[in-house]
């Protein structure tokens, strides 16, 4: 069946530190891969989708790699700050296309300590 | 405003109680999704609607019924529901029924509580 896994546990991080997050899938063929921040009690907000031909991606402080060998992608802050915590979803197109909609992962709860 | 609306915001509802979540976007999006997102779980996809016609339907129990009148609203009509119904409801739209150009626009979701 398809699975997409993102770390459940919380990740804290320093302040002005890099953060990592990381997306595994299986049973996917993905043409692209998107990336959500979702807090609390708010929907998920659109940051950033990154094609299968595209290695990485950036967008100000944000970076996304896509391995679809490893099937993996990881999503980095950069220089993070407090107001980056939240909960960080990946998500996937399901293979009947659009008219399936997409599937997210849990999410992995991001904590930037000052 | 992310562009999407949801009312009501919170909404307690007792289990023979019949009442609509209402969603609209005027971002000029041709596709339209409900979602629901319980307390430690992934969102799950409940239907989808591209271009007023559902193209959709994850296995959602009846008790749960969808209505898109056109392409800016979208409607879900609730009775009879069940304490475990109890969640976040989203609503969300994307240009094209494939998300792959610019993602998703969620609502900020309407809190559900059945008493």
């Known amino acids: 069946s398809q699975k997409i896994e993102q770390n459940s546990e919380a990740l804290n991080i320093q302040e002005g530190k890099t953060a990592t997050l990381t997306c595994n899938y299986t049973n996917y063929s993905p043409a692209y891969l998107q990336w959500y921040r979702q807090d609390p009690g708010r929907g998920p907000v659109f940051l950033l989708l990154i094609r299968e031909n595209e290695k990485e991606k950036r967008k100000e402080r944000l970076k996304v790699t896509f391995d679809t060998t490893l099937k993996q992608s990881l999503f980095h802050i950069t220089a993070s700050q407090p107001a980056d915590s939240a909960t960080y979803l990946c998500?996937?197109?399901?293979?009947?296309?659009?008219?399936?909609?997409?599937?997210f992962g849990k999410g992995t709860h991001l904590i930037i300590q000052p | 405003e992310t562009g999407v609306t949801q009312t009501p915001r919170h909404l307690v509802m007792g289990m023979t109680n019949k009442k609509s979540l209402k969603c609209e976007q005027h971002?000029?999006?041709?596709?339209m999704y409900w979602y629901k997102q319980s307390a430690k779980k992934p969102l799950e996809l409940m239907f989808v609607y591209s271009l007023e016609e559902r193209v959709e339907n994850n296995s959602v129990p009846s008790r749960f019924s969808p209505e898109c009148p056109n392409s800016s609203h979208l409607f879900l009509h609730l009775h009879t529901l069940q304490p475990e119904d109890s969640a976040l409801y989203l609503c969300?739209?994307?240009?094209?029924?494939?998300?792959?150009?610019?993602?998703?626009?969620f609502g900020s979701g309407t809190r559900l509580t059945v008493v």
């Open positions: 969300a739209s994307s240009r094209l029924l494939t998300g792959g150009f610019d993602g998703y626009t």
């Open positions: 971002l000029g999006h041709n596709a």
């Open positions: 998500a996937l197109e399901n293979s009947g296309g659009g008219a399936d909609g997409l599937t």
